[in-house]
């Protein structure tokens, strides 16, 4: 079975900063790409930002140059660093792996339950 367990949000003010980590377990034969994709009230999930298990990144463009996304590949975990926040960036996150499972042999997509992150102005 697999889990992803969200941590780090709460509630902050504009221009301050917060830092999301996801931690992933289960019988993984690989793990692909992780990631953070977000959803406000009203609006579709949208990217946020993922990285591949060599490091290559992907970035929504609502959060270039303020968030940066990283992973430890050896603890299965992946963070999301999120600085000079807005009030627009205020959504429900959530984390999700894209891996294969010893048990399921085909790439699939994880999510985790979510994390609310609200900036207040």
């Known amino acids: 079975q697999v889990q992803l367990v969200e941590s780090g949000g709460g509630l902050v003010q504009a221009g301050g900063s917060l830092r999301l980590s996801c931690v992933a377990s289960?019988?993984?034969?690989?793990?692909?790409?992780m990631g953070w994709y977000r959803q406000a009230p009203d609006k579709q999930r949208e990217l946020v930002a993922t990285?591949?298990?060599?490091?290559?990144?992907n970035y929504g463009d609502p959060v270039k140059g303020r968030f940066t996304i990283s992973r430890d590949n050896a603890k299965n975990t992946v963070a999301l660093q999120m600085n000079s926040l807005k009030p627009e960036d205020t959504a429900v996150y959530y984390c999700?792996?894209?891996?294969?499972?010893?048990?399921?042999?085909?790439?699939?997509?994880?999510w985790g339950q979510g994390t609310q992150v609200t900036v207040s102005s």
């Open positions: 999700q792996i894209r891996g294969v499972l010893y048990t399921r042999l085909y790439e699939y997509d994880y």
């Open positions: 289960g019988s993984f034969l690989s793990i692909n790409t």
């Open positions: 990285i591949s298990r060599h490091g290559t990144t």
